[in-house]
C-alpha cells in the first residue's frame, strides 16, 4: 500500500513542476516530419510550448542568449525567449536525422504596452506593431500632445528602439497676425544770452562778448553793434536783440529762447502662416552696408538688417492649444552716434527686441512686449562767477532741456487656418491699375479702371478695401 501511495505522491510533485515550468495560456507551434515549419513568435521574458508529432533524441539553439530550451517530454519543448533577435531551433531524431528547423524569433512583449496605452489615450487610433526588437506605432490621433504621450510611454517597453508612423490629424497651420506699435515723442527747451561790448576808453578799443549764445560769433556780435538787422541775417528762432549806446562804448544783449516738439508713429502688421513645428521669418525694412577688414588687410562690405523683424515657429499641442517660440525686433539707424575710420563713416542702431515662448488658443491675443523709454537731460551753461549775480547774472547763463520717451507695444494673435480656393482671394493690384492717357490728362485720374477686378463673392468683397487683402487661407 505504501509503494501505490509514494508512486502517486511522485507523480503529482512532478505535474505540478510541468505546470510550473509550462505556464498557463503559452502558445502552442505543432511541427510536422519532413517539413520546414513557421516563424515562432515568443514574447521576451515569456514562454511558449513547441509539440513534435514524432519522438525527437536531440535538441539545439543556434543562439542560447536570443532563447533557452528545456524538454518537457520526448514530444514537447519548452521554449523561453530571453533577448529581441532570430535565431534557430533544432530537432534531431534517435538516428541523427533532421526532424525539422524551427526559425525562432523573440520580441518585446507589447501586451502590457497595448493594455497601458488603451488606458492612457483611450480613444485613439493607434496601431502597435512589432518590428526585428523594436517597437512601429500607426495611426492617426488627434494632436501632438497624445503623439508625444504615445512616445514616451513605448521608449519606456523598447528604448531607444521605436518607429513612430503616427500622423497628427486636424489643422497643423498656423498663421500670426503681429501688430508692431510705437510712439516716440521729444520736447526740447533752451534759453541762452549774450552780452557784447565795443567802443573806445582810456584810448584804446574794447570789443568783447560774454555768454554762451550767439555772440561767441564775432559777426554776429558786430551786426548788432553796428545797428543791423542781425535777425534777418541768421536762421536762428526764437531770438531778442537790444542794443544802446553809452557814450563812446556800446553795448548789446541777445536773448534766445527755443522750445520744439516731435512726434513719430511707427505701425507693422506683418502675418505669416507656418506649418506646425516649422519656422517662419518677416523682415519689413533693409540692410545697411558696414565696411569690415578682412584678413588680408582689405575692406569687405557686410550688410546689417534693420526694421520690423519677426522669426517664429508654432506648435500645435492640442485640437485648439497654440505653443509659440516668439523672437520680434524693431531696429533702425542712429545717425546721431557716428564711426569713422578708414575714410567711411558708419552710424550706430537702434534696437529693441523681445524672444519669449507664450501658449495660447485658436483666436486669443498677448501683449508679449511693453517698453517705455523715457531719457532726461539738463544742462546749464555759466560766466564763472558773473552767473552768479542775482538778476543780472541770467544774462551770463544758458540753460538747455531735452526730454525724449518712446513707448513700443507687441500683441500677438494666432489662427488655426486651412487652404482656401483661388478664386476666394484678390490682390491689391485687383484695386488700382495705371491710368490711360484720357483719363490722366482728360479726367485727372491716377488710376484706371480694371475690367478684372472681381465684383461678387468673398474676393469681390476684399477688392473694395483700400488696402490690404485676404492672406489665402480660411479662418477655422
Do not use: C
Not at 255 to 283: D, H, I, K, Y
Not at 309 to 317: D, G, K, Q
Amino acid at each position: 500500500m505504501r509503494l501505490p501511495r509514494v508512486l502517486a505522491a511522485v507523480l503529482t510533485g512532478a505535474a505540478l513542476s510541468l505546470g510550473i515550468m509550462a505556464p498557463a495560456g503559452a502558445q502552442t507551434l505543432r511541427v510536422m516530419s519532413d517539413t520546414t515549419a513557421n516563424d515562432l513568435n515568443v514574447p521576451m521574458n515569456r514562454a511558449v510550448v513547441v509539440e513534435s508529432d514524432q519522438p525527437f533524441a536531440e535538441l539545439s539553439i543556434a543562439n542560447p542568449a536570443i532563447a533557452d530550451i528545456s524538454t518537457l517530454s520526448d514530444r514537447t519543448i519548452y521554449v523561453l525567449g530571453k533577448a529581441p533577435g532570430r535565431t534557430t531551433l533544432t530537432l534531431l531524431n534517435a538516428e541523427g536525422r533532421l526532424i525539422t528547423n524551427v526559425e525562432v524569433q523573440v520580441t518585446p512583449d507589447i501586451t502590457e504596452f497595448k493594455e497601458r496605452l488603451r488606458q492612457i489615450l483611450p480613444g485613439e487610433p493607434i496601431e502597435v506593431r512589432t518590428a526585428n526588437d523594436g517597437i512601429v506605432l500607426s495611426g492617426t490621433v488627434s494632436s501632438v500632445t497624445k503623439l508625444d504621450r504615445a512616445l514616451d510611454l513605448a521608449q519606456r517597453y523598447a528604448p531607444e528602439r521605436v518607429s513612430n508612423l503616427m500622423n497628427v490629424g486636424g489643422t497643423q497651420q498656423v498663421m500670426l497676425k503681429v501688430r508692431f506699435a510705437e510712439v516716440e515723442r521729444s520736447v526740447s527747451k533752451s534759453l541762452s544770452s549774450s552780452v557784447a561790448l565795443s567802443g573806445t576808453a582810456a584810448g584804446g578799443d574794447i570789443g568783447t562778448s560774454t555768454g554762451n549764445g550767439v555772440f561767441a560769433d564775432n559777426g554776429a556780435r558786430d551786426n548788432v553793434l553796428g545797428g543791423n538787422d542781425y535777425t534777418s541775417q541768421t536762421s536762428r528762432e526764437g531770438t531778442l536783440e537790444l542794443g544802446f549806446n553809452a557814450g563812446a562804448l556800446q553795448f548789446a544783449v541777445l536773448l534766445e529762447a527755443l522750445e520744439s516738439e516731435g512726434l513719430v508713429r511707427t505701425l507693422a502688421e506683418p502675418n505669416l502662416t507656418a506649418l506646425s513645428g516649422q519656422e517662419a521669418s518677416f523682415l519689413a525694412g533693409g540692410e545697411y552696408p558696414i565696411p569690415v577688414s578682412d584678413e588680408d588687410g582689405g575692406v569687405t562690405i557686410d550688410y546689417k538688417p534693420f526694421g520690423v523683424e519677426l522669426a517664429f515657429t508654432p506648435r500645435v499641442v492640442d485640437t485648439d492649444v497654440i505653443n509659440l517660440q516668439l523672437n520680434a525686433a524693431v531696429s533702425g539707424i542712429d545717425s546721431s552716434v557716428t564711426y569713422q575710420a578708414e575714410g567711411f563713416s558708419v552710424s550706430s542702431f537702434r534696437r529693441r527686441e523681445a524672444s519669449t515662448v507664450v501658449e495660447l488658443r485658436d483666436g486669443e491675443s498677448f501683449a508679449i512686449a511693453g517698453l517705455l523709454e523715457d531719457d532726461f537731460q539738463d544742462l546749464k551753461g555759466q560766466v564763472p562767477w558773473l552767473g552768479d549775480v542775482p538778476v543780472l547774472g541770467a544774462l551770463f547763463r544758458s540753460s538747455e532741456y531735452q526730454r525724449s520717451q518712446s513707448e513700443l507695444v507687441i500683441i500677438i494673435t494666432a489662427h488655426l487656418v486651412t487652404p482656401t480656393r483661388g478664386e476666394a482671394l484678390a490682390m491689391p493690384t485687383d484695386r488700382i491699375t495705371p491710368p490711360t492717357e484720357s483719363e490722366l490728362f482728360l479726367h485727372g485720374r491716377t488710376s484706371g479702371g480694371n475690367p478684372r477686378r472681381p465684383t461678387r463673392g468673398a474676393a469681390g468683397e476684399v477688392a473694395k478695401q483700400d488696402f490690404g487683402g485676404s492672406y489665402g487661407y480660411v479662418m477655422e
